[in-house]
């Protein structure tokens, strides 16, 4: 007990760190009544996960782009899905929550691969990626709906201003049934 407090306070210890900002993140997600869900893909007619996201009320903008505080929610969920993945080298949860196109597509070991340098040096990454969950994101440019296939795209750019470096990142979202699940998750610390 006597090293665990300073390895918390002091941020020493990796694991430690991750798992209390996982605990965070979990407690603010748990919270949240914005409703969102980590889907990589769901361009399919059909989709296999059944969640409650975004209505049509979290826009303020007459183009279709969710209002700030969603869009940040957006991210934030995003970001601390992908952190949860990265800390635990489980994809499992993700790889379910993905769409029956994106699951024909990849099988779970090539998706969980995809990512293998960042669980590689997963001792540097997990504290950047769990210190980004705790701050507002720069978006840039600003985000915007494209069309494709005759579905909404919301397309999120930005950095989280990180140290030692900044992370960068682009997720896509595909509106479906008045719900946003993510399409495209690019993530680069650089």
Do not use: H
């Not at 990796?14 to 979990?26: E, F, P, R, T, V």
């Not at 826009?59 to 700030?68: E, I, L, N």
């Not at 997990?126 to 709906?145: F, G, H, N, W």
């Amino acid at each position: 007990m006597k090293t665990l407090i300073p390895k918390l306070v002091l941020g020493t210890d990796n694991k430690l760190s991750g798992i209390l900002a996982l605990g965070i993140i979990a407690t603010i997600a748990l919270g949240c009544t914005c409703g969102k869900n980590f889907d990589l893909s769901n361009l399919g007619a059909n989709s296999n996960s059944t969640t409650a996201n975004s209505s049509s009320d979290d826009t303020d903008s007459a183009d279709g782009v969710p209002s700030k505080g969603l869009l940040d929610a957006l991210v934030a969920e995003t970001t601390a899905d992908f952190n949860y993945a990265i800390t635990l080298n489980d994809f499992s949860k993700m790889y379910e929550k993905a769409s029956f196109d994106f699951q024909n597509t990849y099988t779970e070991e090539e998706f969980k691969n995809s990512f293998k340098d960042f669980v590689d040096k997963k001792r540097v990454i997990t504290p950047i990626l769990a210190k980004a969950v705790t701050m507002d994101p720069e978006l840039s440019p600003e985000p915007y709906i494209r069309t494709e296939q005759g579905l909404d795209i919301l397309v999120v750019k930005g950095k989280y201003a990180t140290k030692p470096v900044p992370m960068t990142f682009e997720y896509e979202y595909v509106k479906r049934n008045d719900e946003w699940k993510l399409l495209k998750l690019i993530v680069r610390l650089v």
